[in-house]
């Protein structure tokens, strides 16, 4: 059965410290997404990449985040400082082009 | 710029029929699309409709697209209390797609 898997599923940290998001796409998608979550602004896309590039991080506060893909199996996303109102649910998912995307659980950030 | 919009919540007795709607702007979007996030997890596409379609159909699910009206609505039939969730519309033409901002379903018995 496959699945995206992120890890952790859920973080509490302080303001000022670094966080590190992962992601495992599923075997064999080429495109991968970041999402963030919250009551205020809905779902939210971060940023994507197909076949590891980036294409869009537009919607990504580039002074603190950042979103990579060290190879095909992994994406991590990093916000470094982090700040209270970066506390969200960040979905990572994966697809092949736009048909169908698959979303991971989520990771729940909670930035004290 | 493009945008979608849906209700916030819908209020259902188990075992009538729920239709949720949606409206976007985007006319060139080629798929839309309807997901479903149950509390503590991730979006779970449903179903979704090529653009060129005004009707799908699958079991209790049917969308309607009316494309003139840029109008996609989704009908559970004979809705159950585990069809309690929110339910986002989103739309494409690339690979990004754009999210409604969810309708929360519930269903009393």
Known sequence: DARVTQTPRHKVTEMGQEVTMRCQPILGHNTVFWYRQTMMQGLELLAYFRNRAPLDDSGMPKDRFSAEMPDATLATLKIQPSEPRDSAVYFCASGLGYKEQFFGPGTRLTVL | ?109
Not at chain 2, 16 to 23: A, E, K, L, M, Y
Not at chain 2, 72 to 95: K, M
């Open chain 2, 1 to 109: 710029g493009e945008d979608v919009e849906q209700s916030l919540f819908l209020s259902v007795r188990e075992g009538d029929s729920s239709v949720i709607n949606c409206t976007y702007t985007d006319s060139s979007s080629t798929y839309l699309y309807w997901y479903k996030q149950e509390p503590g997890a991730g979006l779970q596409l449903l179903t979704y409709i090529f653009s060129n379609m005004d009707m799908k159909q699958d079991q209790r699910l049917t969308v309607l697209l009316n494309k003139k009206d840029k109008h996609l609505s989704l009908r559970i039939a004979d809705t159950q209390t585990g069809d309690s969730a929110i339910y986002f519309c989103a739309e494409s033409n690339t690979d990004k797609l754009i999210f409604g901002t969810g309708t929360r379903l519930q269903v009393f018995p």
